[in-house]
């Protein structure tokens, strides 16, 4: 299985967790066998500096993910997602090892869309 996650950090698995996926410097790509992580990349954001609606989904999942952890994402980044046949989870924070730890303990599911989505009419 493989994880991506946004982060604000390059520092591997101590790595922060972003806010919002879209806005990230960098991706955690996190290859787990069953609970153990196998290998972990950091790759740059090619679209940081501004995206189009589907952008940075349609780049996560050429990465091959098959979830993506983040603090916080937009309603239309969740539908794509959906699409994608990736699960999404928002409410993620601390460390990649954190986010990970929550996430295996089932601790860390289901995905909304953030309140700037909301307010933007992006949301629900």
Known sequence: MRIAISI???NKLESIVAHHFGR?????????EGREVKDIQVIDNPFYNGHQPGQVPGFIYQQNANVMLSGGMGGRAIQFFQQYGIEA???????VQQALEYYLKG???????CKESVDHGHGE
Not at 24 to 32: E, G, K, N, R, S
Not at 90 to 95: E, H, I, K, Q
């Open 8 to 10: 604000d950090t390059n």
């Open 24 to 32: 990230c410097p960098y991706f955690a790509l996190v290859d787990l």
């Open 89 to 95: 989870a928002t409410g993620a924070s601390g460390t």
């Open 107 to 113: 601790e860390l599911t289901g995905a909304a869309p």
